[in-house]
């Protein structure tokens, strides 16, 4: 018998199938962040733009196909997404205030 997922926002079947497209593409720009601070040799970037890429993905994946639980809880994932963002954020005002490159 084959699995059905539910929606804790009510979706049915296709718009849970956009939700997770969705969600999929506007993390996909983490990559190309990811990306240039490994070419950069900026590993602090590239391993925090990873790290938030693939800790938003998987909180957003599993919040819209309804699983309570891929690899950890749905909490779970959504307190390493807080942390993920924060790190950017504190990256990012660090790099722009008191780093000159």
Partial sequence: ????????????????AAMVLITGF???????????GYQKN????????????????MYHFTESIG?????LSDLQWHKLDNIGAICSVVIFL?????QTD
């Fill in 42 to 57: 900026q590993s602090h970037r590239c391993c925090v733009g990873g790290f938030t890429t693939l800790t938003s993905f």
């Fill in 1 to 16: 018998m084959a699995r059905y997922f539910t929606s804790i926002f009510g979706y049915n079947g296709w718009e849970m």
């Fill in 67 to 71: 699983f309570e639980y891929l690899f």
């Fill in 94 to 98: 660090f790099k722009t205030f008191y």
């Fill in 26 to 36: 506007t993390n996909l720009n983490g990559i190309s962040g990811s990306m240039l």
